[in-house]
């Protein structure tokens, strides 16, 4: 999984509650990303970061939100979890550090939300 | 493990034979081009990628087609092995801009 590790890999919680999920990576990519991914869709991208406290909505980005205070981790945050973001999410990486392009992506082994 | 697509499009060939797995992507601005590979509970796993200004682009086994006038990408792999069982999609990127991904084919392989 190119250096990349989530965590937790699965999760059960409750209506309401908040939840943080963890994304660490030893490749030094500039890039990093959140999606995810959902029966009867492609992966969908929730929020990305290009680079230390730089970050930026993608298509599905209500209810989550991001933080970036280091190069190798990327934090997603479910402020008030609903039932509609039970799903798999994953992280991906991509851009060297120093490259202006976010070229290819690498994912993570993901993380399964349940919320009930 | 997860279902990654309850209703995917399936793909099913025999062992050894060539596969065709089709992906028509939607922006004719779309520069960059890449085939992931799924296996049931894990991340999707990088196959190949060509830019547009190839046509074809080869890997182990693989091979990436390129047709920008009808915005038609396909992946083929030849000699179709068990372990190719997976879903397979493909991603999209305009220039500098974030991936769209398709949906996948579920690739199924007959002994």
């Known amino acids: 999984d190119a250096g990349i590790t989530q965590s937790p890999r699965h999760k059960v919680t409750e209506t309401g509650t908040p939840v943080t999920l963890r994304c660490h990576q030893t490749?030094?990519?500039?890039?990093m990303y959140w999606y995810r991914q959902d029966p009867g869709h492609g992966l969908r991208l929730i929020h990305y970061?290009?680079?230390?406290?730089?970050?930026d909505k993608g298509e599905v980005s209500d209810g989550y939100s991001v933080s970036r205070s280091k190069t190798e981790d990327f934090l997603l945050t479910l402020e008030s979890a609903t039932s509609s973001q039970t799903s798999v999410y994953f992280c991906?990486?991509?851009?060297?550090?120093?490259?202006?392009?976010?070229?290819?992506?690498?994912f993570g082994p993901g993380t399964r939300l349940l919320v009930l | 493990g997860e279902s990654v697509g309850l209703h995917l499009p399936t793909l099913s060939v025999q062992e050894g034979d060539n596969s065709i797995i089709n992906c028509a992507y939607s922006?004719?601005?779309?520069?960059?081009f890449i085939w992931y590979k799924q296996e049931s509970g894990k991340g999707p796993q990088f196959i190949i990628d060509?830019?547009?200004?190839?046509d074809k682009r080869q890997g182990q086994r693989v091979t990436v087609l390129l047709n920008k006038t009808v915005k038609h990408l396909s992946l083929q792999i030849a000699a179709t092995q068990p372990g190719d069982s997976a879903v397979y999609f493909c991603?999209?990127?305009?220039?500098?801009?974030?991936?769209?991904f398709g949906p996948g084919t579920r690739l199924s392989v007959l002994p």
């Open positions: 991906a990486i991509g851009g060297l550090a120093g490259s202006e392009y976010q070229e290819t992506q690498y």
């Open positions: 490749e030094n990519h500039r890039y």
């Open positions: 970061s290009y680079g230390v406290k730089d970050t």
């Open positions: 922006n004719s601005a779309s520069d960059y």
């Open positions: 060509i830019r547009s200004n190839m």
């Open positions: 991603a999209e990127s305009p220039y500098g801009q974030n991936f769209v």
